[in-house]
């Protein structure tokens, strides 16, 4: 079970820290991920983290936005910095388990920036 943080919103050019809850060990994943989707639109990757610890980012976000764990405190982390207007969109948690293959889903949060 993957549980969202709250709804936010910010000014251009702000931070916002996202934090997803997991039920699980984070150890138990093989990837961690952060996507997002605007209405009418495709779901798209955000960032990505392996179990190796490698990291993926959309262009859009290289440079502004980081992903992160917390083994001890079973956290999925998207650290966002110099926010823009289109990064507007309701922000998804995702993992796949690595032992069933299966993935699963956070609830969504919106993330509003806006002046």
């Known amino acids: 079970q993957l549980v969202d943080s709250g709804d936010h919103s910010v000014r251009p050019g702000g931070s916002l820290r996202l934090s997803c809850t997991t039920s699980?060990?984070?150890?138990?994943?093989?990837?961690m991920a952060w996507y997002r989707q605007n209405s009418g639109d495709e779901r798209e990757l955000v960032a990505m983290m392996t179990r190796d610890g490698s990291e993926t980012y959309a262009d859009s976000v290289k440079g502004r936005f980081t992903i992160s764990a917390d083994l001890m405190k079973k956290t999925i982390d998207l650290e966002m910095n110099s926010l823009k207007a289109e990064d507007t969109a309701v922000y998804y948690c995702?993992?796949?388990?690595?032992?069933?293959?299966?993935?699963?889903w956070g609830q969504g949060t919106q993330v509003t920036v806006s002046p």
């Open positions: 995702n993992v796949q388990h690595r032992a069933t293959q299966r993935e699963y």
């Open positions: 699980e060990s984070i150890l138990a994943f093989a990837h």
